[in-house]
């Protein structure tokens, strides 16, 4: 039972640093274009697939590692970014700097999580001795 939480555990957090990494490279290609002519700006989604998750766990069904992979490997792109006409969207440097921090900042945060995470397996491993 340790094994399986330990997997979801890793698998939840690979998924969203994959998710931080893939959104900051949409940030950052929309910032170096963003004078283009005819530049299509670009958006990373995959919040279809994460309401599905999150419709599963409160139906009390569980999510596994594997559950979780195809979730990055299907959902986990970059698409164009559209307004909400349809049409597409135009980059708004204030608004794409705000993403870019707030998603470094978001990213930090994963990883922090992730290193105390090891940290209480490292604990558990060496039965709390250094």
């Keep these: 039972m340790t094994e399986g939480i330990e997997t979801i ?11 931080a990494s893939l959104r900051h490279q949409a940030i950052a290609r929309n910032i170096a274009n963003a004078g283009t002519e005819g530049f299509v ?26 559950q979780l992979h195809s979730i990055a490997q ?9 307004g909400a006409d349809g049409l597409p969207a135009r980059v708004q440097l204030d608004s794409e700097v705000a993403q870019l ?4 900042v978001h990213y930090q945060a994963l990883v922090k999580g992730l290193s105390r995470h090891m940290a209480i397996l490292s604990s558990a491993v060496s039965d709390g001795k250094r």
Excluded: I, K, Y
Excluded at 9 to 19: I, N
Excluded at 50 to 61: H, K, M, N, Y
Excluded at 101 to 104: E, G
């Design 101 to 104: 921090a707030q998603n470094a």
């Design 41 to 66: 700006p670009t958006a990373v989604s995959f919040s279809s697939q994460v309401d599905e998750a999150r419709a599963q766990l409160s139906q009390g069904r569980r999510l596994d590692a594997r």
């Design 9 to 19: 555990t890793q698998a939840s957090l690979s998924l969203a640093l994959d998710a």
């Design 74 to 82: 299907d959902g986990l792109r970059m698409e164009p970014a559209r």
